[in-house]
């Protein structure tokens, strides 16, 4: 494939690599330094220290000295830093307005070059790895994952909890990192990938200005020691306070960029990539074995593992995975369809221009293939990938996924019947020949698919209005269409949303409208489940619910070629669904499963206390996935009545962006709407929320850490405060952020602190989310109110007003790059009132607001005694 940009490469004379891309389509840049170092390079002793040095990158240096100054910088800049590790690579970026970039790259080589690693900061730091790595033990997939990782390998680093160990981490110095910052971070082992719109000669000039007087040094010896081949089949099973099981299983691969690693990409989305997938549809859609199911490949540079990740109820655990390995077994003896690889490269090809969508994502791709041997083998390798051919699925399947080469991590409930079987290696072996034959898969729609027809009838439309190249379009029996054409990509999103629906609920049918968008996508009276994922991913696509308090609706992001094939899937979907009664059993099921599983997610379902303290019997407080009754009781004709009411033309808002002419998508909406008569009442106006006192809502649980939200009344979207409000987090949150230095960087009392704005139709609030280990969740409330106390007293100084209000307005920037984003901002301001033009006048907006403004804001709203409080508690065990 042709790449999308011209890049430039230069090597400086100390060895640095410097690649550069022109991207003109947004006014962003991203500068993002990628050092070839990460856990694999950390010997025993210190595992970890990557990850430390990555929290202590941007804490100063002697030129800025205050650990907050770097961030403090970046945001006055209008940008974003942050930074992350891996297993063998750990980069550092900077996100910006273009117009800024030289200043970005100046900062981010101060910090490369001279890291002050300070010990006080050092030990506030490593506490926050601390609660980093507790998060983790909370996580339960995330968690499950890296002790399949421990029981699968003996030698190889891969093995290690990769975070470190508390004591080890306790014990790491100053010393230590600059140790093994000289050995790793050296010129030779560091790409700077500059992407945006920026001038090509220009950042190579500052690259040589800000980089070139780093010394040229080598450096330690890369990677792990080797791991023998597997030889048998490994099992562990763990316990913990989780409400679903966890099963992972794992497989040893081949290293990256090997024929067979390209072949096993193939496996593992055939496998598990998508509802058209294999496991997805036998052991998920056709058993009922677990809820959700999923395969993936990692490869590195020495040692790769293909995995597959299941969650379900505990006691189908084993019969789960002899269904996987059925499927698994299935795919060594007979090769994939030609439908299945033609989905498969679809699906390439659409991921292959998606990621060049944003600065980001293009700098790290170049940054990681010149980190393998070259960044051109990016576009080597999805020609490659399009080469496999059903053979070399079928000999690397062979090759790689056998029982000997097989670990299995089943991480149950502590309730789980402890007479659940362990499995053994010959009961999973499989005789295909006992089986039940597979169904046949049909061949994807875009192979079928008839000649683009001549310009359809369409119902009347009036051209409404046009502002900065999105214009409205306003159909006599509704609808609303906004459409903005990009043509820099092949690419178009496709956003369909309907006002109403969560807001109209009651505790009687709380949960119908995510029951009802479900089952909508599970098929319509021409088109089963089995169909539907065929068609759609046979167009490398997949559709996305929609889900708000205030709308609900489904986007569909495709290849520009697929969009009135994908359009036309899409509104059969939304407009005949079948409600097929075995289909609502099944995301019932699912739904029902969720509301336990949701209680394992710290943040998610923090929140979800939050709202049920703040919010009363306004629906902003019931559940995101309902309640556990009315779910369990909805039937047919509730969801063909909930349907009839909440998805009609009145209601609805489509937004199209990317590669698509304004007239075409004309046409095409209008053919789709043509003979859709008004039916319904129309949605519930929610009414505006009654004010709350102070409540909480406390739920304890044995984890590592205690997770808070504390939010404070605010008023409805449309109101004008929301523009301070929004200064007002950005005041107070993030690196550099009032609260985040307070409670985290001064105190070393939690890992996460986020303040947020909850902008909704009917009123909002403004909330903090504060992870902490469970000694701390007191005095890290305290703090937070005491820093309250200051704001509310004194108010933001001016520099802090100003320098949020260019990091909100570079951040508006960088979120708009993608046509996704920009058509569900289109759509979501559309449908709740504000219009579109909302979105593109937001930066204006923005720049009005003054200290005044934020000052009042506070005073008014942010009140500790006038607050509400989600509280899930932990006690520590040890897991």
């Not at 559309?830 to 200290?851: C, H, K, L, N, T």
């Amino acid at each position: 494939m042709t790449p999308r940009i011209k890049v430039v490469k230069e090597v400086l004379p100390n060895g640095l690599t410097v690649l550069v891309g022109e991207d003109h389509s947004s006014p962003v840049a991203a500068v993002n330094l990628w050092v070839r170092a990460g856990y694999f390079d950390e010997e025993d002793r210190e595992v970890g220290i990557s990850h430390v040095i990555e929290h202590m990158f941007f804490k100063g240096t002697p030129d800025r000295p205050r650990p907050d100054q770097i961030a403090t910088e970046i945001k006055s800049l209008g940008g974003e830093l942050n930074a992350g590790t891996y297993y063998d690579s750990t980069n550092y970026y900077i996100v910006l307005p273009s117009e800024n970039f030289r200043k970005g790259l100046e900062i981010e080589a101060d910090a490369l070059m001279h890291p002050l690693f300070d010990p006080d900061e050092l030990k506030r730091e490593i506490e926050a790895v601390l609660q980093e790595g507790r998060r983790k033990m909370d996580t339960p997939g995330a968690y499950a994952l890296e002790m399949m990782f421990r029981e699968a390998f003996e030698t190889h680093r891969m093995r290690r909890w990769r975070i470190g160990e508390e004591q080890a981490l306790r014990g790491l110095t100053r010393d230590d990192l600059l140790g093994y910052y000289r050995c790793h971070y050296v010129p030779e082992r560091i790409i700077l990938s500059v992407v945006g719109d920026i001038r090509a000669p220009e950042v190579v000039e500052a690259a040589h200005v800000y980089l070139g007087g780093m010394q040229a040094q080598p450096g330690a010896a890369l990677g792990s020691p080797p791991e023998p081949p597997q030889e048998r089949f490994r099992f562990r099973r763990l316990k913990g306070d989780i409400k679903r099981a966890c099963l992972v299983l794992g497989y040893h691969a081949p290293p990256v960029l090997t024929d067979d690693d390209l072949a096993l990409r193939i496996v593992a989305y055939v496998l598990g990539s998508g509802q058209a997938s294999r496991l997805y549809h036998s052991v998920k859609e056709r058993a009922g074995l677990v809820d959700s199911i999923g395969s993936s490949l990692d490869s590195f540079r020495d040692i790769g593992i293909l995995t597959v990740m299941a969650e379900g109820d505990p006691k189908h655990g084993m019969a789960a995975v002899r269904a996987i390995q059925a499927e698994i077994e299935l795919l060594r003896q007979e090769p994939p369809t030609n439908a299945e690889m033609e989905r498969a490269r679809s699906a390439i090809e659409y991921r292959y221009h998606q990621s060049r969508s944003e600065v980001l994502g293009q700098s790290s791709i170049l940054a990681y293939y010149e980190s393998l041997g070259g960044y051109l083998l990016a576009e080597e390798l999805v020609e490659r990938l399009r080469r496999v051919n059903a053979a070399d699925v079928v000999r690397a399947a062979r090759a790689h996924l056998t029982i000997e080469n097989a670990t299995l991590l089943e991480y149950i409930p502590e309730a789980a019947d402890a007479r659940l079987p362990a499995p053994e290696p010959e009961g999973l072996a499989i005789d295909l020949k006992k089986m039940a034959p597979a169904p046949a898969l049909a061949e994807p729609a875009s192979a079928r698919a008839a000649e683009e027809p001549g310009r359809p009838v369409i119902p009347r439309v009036t051209r409404v209005s046009e502002s900065q190249g999105v214009s409205r379009h306003r159909f006599d029996s509704g609808p609303v269409l906004l459409h903005e054409r990009r043509s820099d990509l092949p690419l178009l999103t496709l956003c369909i949303t309907f006002r109403g629906g969560r807001s109209g609920e009651g505790r009687e049918n709380s949960g119908i409208t995510r029951l009802m968008q479900s089952t909508m996508i599970k098929g319509s009276a021409t088109r089963d489940a089995r169909q539907v994922a065929l068609e759609i991913e046979g167009l490398g696509s997949s559709i996305e619910r929609v889900i708000d308090e205030d709308h609900f609706g489904f986007a569909l992001s495709i290849l520009s070629k697929h969009a009135r094939r994908g359009l036309e899937i899409l509104t059969d979907l939304i407009r005949r669904p079948a409600f097929r009664h075995e289909e609502i059993d099944k995301e019932r099921a699912l739904q029902l499963a969720a509301q336990e599983s949701i209680k394992d997610q710290s943040l998610p379902y923090t929140f979800q206390l939050f709202r049920q303290a703040a919010f009363g019997s306004h629906p902003y407080a019931l559940p995101s996935f309902g309640l556990m009754v009315p779910v369990q009781s909805m039937k047919r004709e509730n969801l063909v009545r909930w349907h009839r009411a909440m998805v009609r033309p009145a209601t609805m808002v489509v937004a199209i962006v990317g590669d698509l002419e304004e007239q075409k998508a004309l046409d095409m909406i209008g053919s789709s709407i043509v003979d859709w008569a008004q039916e319904g009442h129309g949605e519930k106006d929610p009414g505006q929320l009654i004010g709350w006192g102070a409540s909480e809502v406390v739920e304890t649980r044995r984890r590592q850490q205690t997770s808070q939200v504390i939010g404070f009344p605010t008023p409805g979207l449309q109101t004008p405060e929301r523009f301070s409000l929004d200064i007002v987090q950005a005041v107070t949150s993030g690196l550099g952020g009032r609260f985040f230095e307070e409670v985290r960087g001064k105190r070393g009392l939690a890992y996460a602190v986020h303040a947020f704005n909850y902008h909704k139709v009917a009123g909002g609030a403004f909330a903090v989310y504060l992870a902490t280990s469970p000694k701390d969740e007191a005095e890290a409330r305290r703090v937070l109110f005491q820093e309250i106390a200051r704001l509310r007293h004194e108010g933001p100084r001016s520099e802090e007003v100003e320098r949020a209000v260019r990091y909100v307005r570079g951040s508006h920037a960088i979120s708009l790059q993608g046509n996704a984003q920009r058509a569900y901002r289109y759509a979501d301001a559309e449908v709740r009132g504000i219009g579109m033009e909302a979105v593109q006048v937001y930066p204006e907006r923005i720049a009005s607001v003054g200290f005044d403004d934020v000052h009042d804001a506070i005073w008014r709203y942010i009140d500790p005694d006038h607050c509400a409080m989600g509280v899930l508690r932990g006690e520590i065990v040890n897991p």
